[in-house]
């Protein structure tokens, strides 16, 4: 069967819907057609992205309670923390807990001889009967949780220590274990606590008494069903999303991230200052960890390597680290930290958004095209079974710092072949040395005061999907200006992986930003003969997560939906119509494209496909309005057989959302569905895929 790019108009479904925004109703006629395919979803279409953007993944995935557990930061008072910079964008930095002194500030100092890891370590001064030490407090606890530790300690016999969790201000709300007595040598010393009671400000206390001194060199508090230092609750969310790939470690954070320092005994690892976020990163996820973190979610993992104060050798090392023999230099490395076999990584990204004035080790088109192909013989020296996918901006996103711009094609044609086209600049002078070549994009969601709230749900719905268009639209150019984009790497051409991207609303994940995901993702199936790699950032943020407990939120539902019934396998066809998407009457903002998104079917959008096996045909369609909506189909090539079924994410209020602590305000909901009989129905508010049994004798396959 022919591929055929599902943007091309046709003949007709018929559909009746009310015309959003219009006094009168409008007749939409469409076809479904089968006989019209597109490349099959690819199991990377709904992949997550990840970096440690300052506290997020120590906040949500990462199960380590305490921060800066290996004493970075001296301990003071409250108020005379050393003053931590903006990030390189000029936002504040992350804030973290603070270790506190315990019987005054004067009985700690911060011991440059023999620390145990990084520049000192803590030292305490004991004094009698009166406890001293420091606390850290702003943990999250459940009563009748476990909780398991271990503290790295040395100093005087005289000194009796203890640590104790604390958790309400009683007398009995604490739980105390007292050590052995410390030494001359650092010693790793485990504990384990219950909650008595639930807590969102229980509090970690070391302290001594007695005589003399004792240090500490590092201390850990997780909860005991960690999963090797993964929250169970939250990768378990994770993995039933089947997201296919998680794109790791970075992002902004990974161009001044040397992999190497975060090898080997996790506790001795010296911590980093990461400056692209202006945080602290205490390097206890390694390369090793994120590893068996894509090992736990079930997802392979992709690779972005160093490529902003990194060079071509690191990145050679890294490939070797993760997929060389145990026999090779690295893999022996690997082999001696309990890795013996090879990890194995198939993707592998150079560079994150080099183009970028917030990136650390920003440079020119010229010059980075020199650096990446460097990269890409180190790399794949090192492995030559690997796919590289290089880091490209299309003309649409690049401009000056303090340009605002709403792009359309017209407004960008001038930008090709520039310093502001990274990626015709790859396949101008790169061409050999990649797989495929990345595209990032984040939209935020407008205000639109004076639109009517039918016009301001669909526009609001719309505008993150107008990226994916313009993204099409630019490929297009591309591929005229560049015919070898179809046949390069022995015929199987480059795709494209836009491996993050995000639609930031006012008020969170809800319903209606549900709706707007929805259509993103029916964009992105409409072009899979090139774009197959996706990464949603971040992979945390289809949750709502506290210190305790975990949810999946609207956006996660959007996910699960699509990756469960148009995922990995699933055929696109041809679903065309005679109503084009209008032109934003409410234009805002900027960095939004000036395109039109969704199929001609307004005010909904529609997608079709079939089933891997082709047995089902399956039909997503997003109501972006306040009204139900019913459609009438024409299907000339197929027919169905019978009920089919239909699972939709839907609730009565666009602001309903899920909270952790809070009776869940949307579901996925799964319903049998009519006998199609040329016509389905929607309800207003609500994305559905329905999948009916094709009748055997007609299929379209």
């Known amino acids: 069967m022919r591929r055929v790019h599902l943007l091309q108009a046709g003949c007709c479904l018929a559909l009746v819907a009310a015309?959003?925004?219009?006094?009168?109703?409008?007749?939409?006629?469409?076809?479904?057609?089968?006989?019209?395919?597109?490349?099959?979803?690819?199991?990377?279409?709904?992949?997550?992205?990840?970096?440690?953007?300052?506290?997020?993944?120590?906040?949500?995935?990462?199960?380590?309670?305490?921060?800066?557990?290996?004493?970075?930061?001296?301990?003071?008072?409250?108020?005379?923390?050393?003053?931590?910079?903006?990030?390189?964008?000029?936002?504040?930095?992350?804030?973290?807990?603070?270790?506190?002194?315990?019987?005054?500030?004067?009985?700690?100092?911060?011991?440059?001889?023999?620390?145990?890891?990084?520049?000192?370590?803590?030292?305490?001064?004991?004094?009698?009967?009166?406890?001293?030490?420091?606390?850290?407090?702003?943990?999250?606890?459940?009563a009748g949780k476990a909780y398991v530790g271990r503290i790295f300690l040395s100093g005087d016999s005289g000194a009796k220590?203890?640590?104790?969790?604390?958790?309400?201000?009683?007398?009995?709300?604490?739980?105390?274990?007292?050590?052995?007595?410390?030494g001359a040598k650092w010693t790793e010393l485990p504990f384990r606590f219950t909650a008595g009671k639930a807590s969102s400000d229980a509090r970690l206390e070391v302290t001594g008494t007695g005589s003399e001194h004792f240090r500490v060199g590092a201390v850990s508090l997780m909860p005991a069903d960690n999963i090797n230092g993964w929250r169970a609750d939250v990768t378990a969310i994770a993995k039933s999303l089947n997201s296919g790939f998680w794109r790791l470690p970075g992002g902004n954070f990974l161009s001044n991230w040397d992999w190497h320092q975060a090898l080997g005994p996790r506790d001795k690892r010296?911590?980093?200052?990461?400056?692209?976020?202006?945080?602290?990163?205490?390097?206890?996820?390694?390369?090793?960890?994120?590893?068996?973190?894509?090992?736990?979610?079930?997802?392979e993992p992709y690779v972005t390597v160093n490529a902003g104060l990194g060079d071509a050798n690191s990145a050679a090392e890294e490939v070797e680290y993760l997929n060389g023999a145990p026999t090779s230099e690295w893999g022996a490395k690997r082999a001696a930290n309990g890795h013996r076999a090879p990890y194995g990584v198939k993707w592998w990204n150079i560079g994150n958004e080099p183009y970028g004035w917030w990136q650390i080790g920003k440079t020119s088109l010229d010059y980075y095209l020199m650096k990446h192909k460097n990269f890409a013989v180190a790399m794949r020296a090192k492995d030559p079974g690997i796919t590289l996918i290089a880091s490209g901006a299309m003309p649409d996103q690049l401009h000056p710092r303090d340009v605002k711009e709403n792009p359309s094609l017209g407004s960008i044609q001038h930008k090709f072949g520039t310093e502001?086209?990274?990626?015709?600049?790859?396949?101008?002078?790169?061409?050999?040395?990649?797989?495929?070549?990345?595209?990032?994009?984040?939209?935020?969601?407008?205000?639109?005061?004076?639109?009517?709230?039918?016009?301001?749900?669909?526009?609001?719905?719309r505008s993150p999907s107008n990226n994916v268009r313009m993204k099409a639209e630019e490929w297009n150019i591309y591929r005229q200006r560049f015919p070898a984009i179809r046949e390069a790497n022995g015929g199987k051409?480059?795709?494209?992986?836009?491996?993050?991207?995000?639609?930031?609303?006012?008020?969170?994940?809800?319903?209606?930003?549900?709706?707007?995901?929805?259509?993103?993702?029916?964009?992105?199936?409409?072009?899979?003969?090139?774009?197959?790699?996706?990464?949603?950032?971040?992979?945390?943020?289809?949750?709502?997560?506290?210190?305790?407990?975990?949810?999946?939120?609207?956006t996660g539902l959007v996910f699960k939906l699509y990756g469960e019934h148009f995922g990995a396998g699933t055929v696109p066809v041809g679903l065309e119509g005679n109503v084009r998407q209008p032109d934003p009457k409410h234009v805002v903002g900027s960095a939004h494209p000036q395109v039109k998104a969704g199929s001609a079917t307004w005010p909904l959008d529609m997608i079709a496909g079939l089933s891997p096996d082709g047995r089902y045909l399956r039909i997503g369609v997003v109501n972006a309005t306040f009204k139900s909506q019913s459609v009438a189909i024409d299907m000339p090539h197929v027919r169905t057989r019978g009920q089919g079924k239909v699972w939709r994410i839907?609730?009565?209020?666009?602001?309903?959302?899920?909270?952790?602590?809070?009776?869940?305000?949307?579901?996925?909901?799964e319903a049998a569905a009519p006998a199609m009989n040329g016509r389905l129905t929607v309800p207003p508010m609500s994305t559905s895929i329905f999948e009916y049994p094709i009748d055997g004798a007609q299929g379209g396959r």
């Open 161 to 182: 220590v203890q640590v104790a969790l604390v958790w309400g201000d009683g007398p009995q709300d604490r739980q105390v274990v007292r050590l052995p007595a410390p």
């Open 493 to 554: 051409g480059i795709f494209l992986s836009m491996d993050e991207y995000a639609y930031m609303a006012k008020d969170g994940a809800t319903l209606k930003s549900a709706l707007a995901y929805s259509m993103v993702i029916q964009e992105m199936l409409r072009h899979t003969d090139f774009l197959t790699m996706a990464a949603f950032t971040t992979g945390t943020s289809t949750m709502d997560i506290s210190a305790t407990d975990a949810v999946m939120n609207t």
């Open 650 to 669: 839907t609730a009565k209020s666009l602001s309903a959302a899920n909270k952790v602590g809070a009776k869940p305000g949307v579901t996925i909901t």
């Open 420 to 461: 502001e086209d990274w990626t015709g600049g790859f396949f101008a002078k790169a061409m050999g040395t990649f797989d495929g070549i990345t595209e990032h994009y984040y939209d935020r969601g407008e205000e639109r005061p004076n639109a009517p709230a039918d016009e301001e749900l669909i526009e609001f719905a």
């Open 270 to 299: 010296v911590p980093m200052f990461d400056h692209a976020w202006s945080a602290m990163q205490t390097n206890d996820i390694g390369m090793d960890e994120w590893m068996d973190l894509t090992r736990i979610l079930g997802v």
């Open 19 to 142: 015309s959003v925004g219009a006094g009168q109703a409008q007749a939409i006629r469409a076809t479904i057609d089968t006989s019209r395919i597109s490349a099959a979803v690819t199991p990377y279409e709904y992949g997550m992205f990840i970096e440690p953007i300052g506290g997020l993944v120590n906040r949500t995935l990462w199960a380590e309670m305490l921060d800066d557990r290996k004493f970075y930061y001296p301990i003071c008072a409250e108020g005379k923390d050393e003053k931590v910079p903006d990030t390189v964008e000029g936002r504040p930095a992350a804030q973290f807990r603070k270790w506190r002194p315990i019987g005054g500030e004067d009985a700690i100092v911060m011991d440059g001889d023999d620390p145990f890891v990084g520049t000192h370590s803590p030292k305490v001064a004991v004094l009698g009967d009166s406890p001293r030490g420091f606390s850290q407090g702003g943990m999250g606890v459940v």
